[in-house]
């Protein structure tokens, strides 16, 4: 039985793919939870019954302070922002808005409203194309794209912030993030998302008629890029143990990779969902898309040193299958709308 948790969670972005997940986890370890979303790219239906919502943006204060009042706000979970990669370079003043601007004005008001701890969802695309087989989080920080430049400001903001102020704060750099909450609860909506476990499951069901693969040329076993994926769940589970870790450590801050440390490459993952459908996905194959690294696989340990987290589907398979699920899902959800 859980025991009566100390204050409320606001989840930013909660409305969303990861940051649904997040409210699920925490709901289901007992925390209060309150999320904020503009749903621009969030869904309501993606907020379970009986959590609080308010539809507005990360960059209005004055919302902000009375959420903090209204819900006793002890611990904000950050996961509003811009995520989409190739848009960062073509549009960056758009990525440094949503994700450093308003971050800082998240922050701002976390600090006047004496929120004490900030988790935040950062990335491995901080690390650019690192020349180094498994990434650990002292591996150099060199973005290549404004993306990863807005998410490596944000987390210079928390340490200076927490540096100066009453708060602690964890940055989670997560790998390749992909599947399904396993009860069919919540997952991947984003029309047009770019994920390749969600674009490779959507080919699976007639949603698409290809998949591209971009650069089959690398220095990997089977000339594709090899990614880390990571289910969704257990990342949601990770920003829970974060919490509940930066409550029991007041003066102490986290920064962690969020991977499982093993790689698959495009073709790989193609294959697999290949298995899981019992079909075959047209593949494509197309140049190399600029600044992607060959390669990107986390080292995990420092995660799995500091928290007690234990993945729970660490299984390639598995991850398709509850992707593949809730794809189903959603046809029926967007079929009833």
């Known amino acids: 039985m859980n025991q009566a948790k100390p204050f409320s969670v606001l989840v930013t972005g909660g409305a969303g793919y990861i940051g649904s997940h997040a409210v699920l986890a925490l709901r289901d370890a007992g925390w209060p939870v309150a999320v904020i979303d503009n749903l621009v790219t969030g869904f309501r239906f993606a907020v379970p019954k ?7 943006d990360i960059e209005d204060q004055a919302l902000l302070a009375r959420i903090f009042e209204e819900q006793g706000t002890g611990a904000i979970m950050h996961f509003a922002g811009s995520v989409v990669v190739p848009e960062s370079v073509s549009d960056p003043l758009k990525y440094y808005h949503n994700n450093t601007v308003k971050s800082r ?3 701002e008001a976390a600090v006047k409203g004496g929120v004490k701890h900030f988790i935040f969802s950062s990335t491995a695309a901080t690390y650019g194309i690192p020349d180094v087989e498994a990434v650990t989080e002292d591996t150099p920080q060199a973005p290549i794209n404004p993306y990863g430049w807005s998410k490596l400001m ?4 928390l340490a200076d912030t927490a540096a100066a102020h009453d708060m602690n704060y964890c940055a989670l750099r997560y790998f390749n ?3 399904a909450d396993p009860d069919g609860r919540t997952g991947q909506s984003t029309a047009g998302a770019t994920h390749l476990i969600k674009v490779a499951v959507e080919a699976a069901l007639g949603k698409r008629d290809h998949v591209a693969v971009f650069g089959t040329d690398y220095d990997t076993p089977d000339g594709t890029g090899v990614r880390d994926y990571i289910h969704v769940s257990d ?3 990770a920003h829970v143990l974060a919490l509940e870790e930066l409550v029991a450590s007041p003066e102490t801050s986290l920064t962690m990779n969020c991977g499982y440390g093993r790689g698959f490459s495009v073709l790989e993952v193609l294959d697999a969902v ?3 459908t019992n079909r075959t996905i047209e593949r494509r194959m197309e140049p190399r898309r600029e600044g992607d690294p ?7 340990s420092r995660l799995k040193a500091t928290l007690p987290w234990q993945p729970r589907h660490a299984d390639l398979d598995t991850i398709i299958g509850h992707a593949l699920q809730w794809e189903r899902k959603l046809s029926e959800i967007r079929g009833q709308s």
């Open 294 to 300: 060959g390669s990107l696989i986390s080292d995990p």
């Open 105 to 107: 004005a998240l922050i």
């Open 177 to 179: 993030v992909a599947g």
């Open 50 to 56: 009986g959590v609080p919502f308010y539809e507005g």
């Open 154 to 157: 944000t987390e210079r903001m």
């Open 235 to 237: 990342l949601a589970n």
């Open 274 to 276: 290949d298995r899981v």
